[in-house]
């Protein structure tokens, strides 16, 4: 069975899906089709049925932060997670409906975002705030009046309040870290410091309702972490397997710690600029809260 055809069965009523199947399905076989569908909608119902105690719970109500300029992969990842869980909402959230890409307009979008819901749509007392990482459209939402004060808001009914990669920096920008062990992208570790965070150099971070992950990639090891204290271990490690999680990355390259010297250097001297920027940013972010 394909992913697609997984998602469905997992989130749609029996109904719904023996609709879908019976409209695409061959006029000529009608009887063989309802039969395949029936059968697939009884070992489904069964199995949910056993393994309830994987899958159970209140309707989870996610929203998570678009933006232009955030870095594509900080938002798929956890979504690739978020959405292998059953009885859930999730919403892609920004100011507006419009699509989002690059933060320069004048760059083509290559995988345009369109927005789900607007700010003054979503809903309030979700179990998941989201925010994605960056570089620069992070810096640009440190210093959005209208994206800060949403985020406040949420803040304080969220359940969890989370991030991946810089994303971090926006939630410390809106006074949400403060005090609170995070993580952040190994080299925006010192401006997460200027927010009032406590910078932990870690894969993913958990200090109480606040669940951040590292640079880019971590975001399905920080969604596996949040579906753990979201729902059970059992299902998050079900999750894992249902999307072959399983990483073998060709070099041992993936943090400063590991790579050779001079890669580190490269990069260093490559953002140093940006370095400096987030730094300041996040100065200035400081003394909207202070």
């Given at each position: 069975?394909?992913?697609?055809?997984?998602?469905?069965?997992?989130?749609?009523?029996?109904?719904?899906?023996?609709?879908?199947?019976?409209?695409?399905?061959?006029?000529?076989?009608?009887t063989k089709v309802a039969a395949e569908v029936t059968r697939e909608e009884k070992q489904h119902s069964e199995a949910m049925n056993k393994y309830a105690e994987f899958t159970g719970g209140d309707k989870l109500i996610i929203g998570m932060l678009v933006y232009p300029g955030m870095f594509l992969q900080d938002l798929v990842g956890p979504l690739t997670v978020f959405e292998a869980l059953m009885n859930r909402d999730i919403h892609l959230v920004w100011k507006n409906l419009d699509e989002v890409g690059n933060e320069n307009p004048a760059?083509?979008?290559?995988?345009?975002?369109?927005?789900?819901?607007?700010?003054?749509?979503?809903?309030?007392?979700?179990?998941?705030?989201?925010?994605?990482?960056?570089?620069?459209?992070?810096?640009?939402?440190?210093?959005?009046?209208?994206?800060?004060?949403?985020?406040?808001?949420?803040?304080?009914?969220?359940?969890?309040?989370?991030?991946?990669?810089?994303?971090?920096?926006?939630?410390?920008?809106?006074?949400?870290?403060?005090?609170?062990?995070?993580?952040?992208?190994?080299?925006?570790?010192?401006?997460?410091?200027?927010?009032?965070?406590?910078?932990?150099?870690?894969?993913?971070?958990?200090?109480?309702?606040?669940?951040?992950?590292?640079?880019?990639?971590?975001?399905?090891?920080?969604?596996?972490?949040?579906?753990?204290?979201?729902?059970?271990?059992?299902?998050?490690?079900?999750?894992?397997?249902?999307?072959?999680?399983?990483?073998?990355?060709?070099?041992?390259?993936?943090?400063?710690?590991?790579?050779?010297?001079?890669?580190?250097?490269?990069?260093?001297?490559?953002?140093?600029?940006?370095?400096?920027?987030?730094?300041?940013?996040?100065?200035?972010?400081?003394?909207?809260?202070?």
């Amino acid at each position: 069975m394909n992913r697609r055809k997984f998602i469905q069965l997992a989130s749609s009523s029996g109904a719904a899906l023996a609709l879908a199947k019976l409209a695409k399905a061959s006029t000529d076989e009608p009887t063989k089709v309802a039969a395949e569908v029936t059968r697939e909608e009884k070992q489904h119902s069964e199995a949910m049925n056993k393994y309830a105690e994987f899958t159970g719970g209140d309707k989870l109500i996610i929203g998570m932060l678009v933006y232009p300029g955030m870095f594509l992969q900080d938002l798929v990842g956890p979504l690739t997670v978020f959405e292998a869980l059953m009885n859930r909402d999730i919403h892609l959230v920004w100011k507006n409906l419009d699509e989002v890409g690059n933060e320069n307009p004048a760059q083509t979008k290559l995988i345009p975002i369109r927005p789900t819901t607007s700010f003054k749509d979503c809903p309030k007392n979700l179990d998941v705030l989201f925010v994605p990482g960056g570089v620069p459209g992070t810096l640009t939402m440190m210093e959005d009046p209208e994206v800060l004060s949403f985020l406040a808001e949420q803040g304080k009914s969220a359940k969890f309040i989370t991030s991946v990669c810089t994303g971090s920096l926006i939630l410390g920008a809106a006074g949400l870290l403060r005090g609170y062990n995070a993580t952040s992208y190994w080299s925006s570790l010192p401006a997460l410091a200027e927010l009032g965070a406590i910078p932990t150099k870690s894969r993913v971070v958990v200090d109480r309702n606040r669940v951040t992950g590292g640079g880019v990639t971590a975001g399905i090891d920080f969604g596996l972490k949040l579906v753990a204290l979201l729902r059970n271990e059992n299902y998050a490690k079900a999750v894992q397997l249902y999307i072959e999680y399983n990483p073998e990355p060709p070099f041992n390259a993936g943090s400063p710690e590991t790579a050779p010297p001079i890669v580190t250097q490269f990069l260093n001297e490559m953002f140093a600029g940006i370095n400096e920027s987030s730094i300041q940013t996040a100065r200035r972010a400081k003394k909207r809260f202070s």
